[in-house]
């Protein structure tokens, strides 16, 4: 007996997706598709990508395919972080509103399973689906007031990102294959939120071993042309299960 490829009308996905570029990190938000009938009374736009889950697939192959449609990448770093499952999730009278518009059954409760996700934001192709008018990259700070309970969401997974970035190399994920140490503490500087010394952040990322140094360096630039550097995936496949302390409030360790 096969499964059937309906819509589970009361569990979803929604994803937080990070990118980053021109020292920013931005989250990556729908425009819902608002009827004309419905624009005086919903002026709230904006949503985390998501979507009911079909009955055909299990909760990683339903976050997969929402990032997939999104942003045309498959086989991209995907954490599952939390669930959400408050009776009042979806009961705002705007939010209510557009889902009398797009789902068969706008009464039903629906418990969203939350995955964080980080792509390099240069490589992806965005391709609104058929709810929303298009898909934006927005600078965190800037993050208006979001559709259900999805700023709650985002701000869940923007401290799950604070904390992962310390303590595993994911941060390579946002970053192009060749980079920079300068833009390599951007980045941390950036999502941790605060100014990191130049010459300890350095000394733990080398020693950590999880990047490695290229013979290349820029070109056509004014000043001093920096190294370039690549994330040494190789060298964490080599040690397993070892997990990288990179905290910056504290000397890195490898352990088990």
Not at 25 to 32: A, E, Q, S, T, V
Not at 127 to 155: K, R, T
Request: proline share 4%; charged share 25%.
């Amino acid at each position: 007996m096969s499964l059937s490829h309906s819509l589970n009308p009361h569990v979803s996905v929604d994803c937080v997706i990070f990118g980053f570029s021109q020292d920013t990190l931005r989250l990556l938000l729908i425009k819902r598709n608002i009827p004309n009938r419905l624009t005086e009374m919903n002026d709230i736009l904006y949503a985390l990508p998501g979507d009911l889950v079909k009955d055909s697939e299990n909760l990683n192959q339903a976050a997969d395919r929402v990032l997939a449609e999104l942003t045309g990448l498959k086989d991209i770093y995907l954490q599952q972080f939390s669930a959400f499952g408050d009776p009042t999730r979806i009961t705002k009278a705007k939010d209510r509103a557009w889902l009398e518009s797009v789902r068969q059954d706008p009464d039903a409760r629906v418990i969203t399973v939350a995955y964080m996700s980080l792509i390099d934001s240069a490589k992806a192709t965005l391709q609104p689906g058929s709810f929303s008018e298009e898909a934006v990259w927005m600078p965190i700070e800037e993050v208006p007031e979001l559709a259900f309970d999805h700023n709650e969401i985002f701000e869940q997974a923007l401290a799950a990102l604070k904390e992962s970035i310390q303590m595993q190399p994911i941060g390579f994920e946002l970053l192009p294959e060749k980079f920079t140490m300068s833009d390599l503490q951007s980045l941390y500087e950036t999502i941790l939120d605060r100014d990191l010394d130049k010459r300890n952040f350095r000394r733990k990322m080398i020693n950590s071993g999880v990047i490695q140094a290229l013979s290349e360096k820029q070109i056509g630039v004014s000043n001093k042309p920096a190294r370039f550097y690549r994330f040494n995936r190789e060298y964490l496949e080599e040690r397993g299960s070892n997990i990288v302390n990179l905290r910056m409030d504290g000397s890195f360790t490898l352990f088990n």
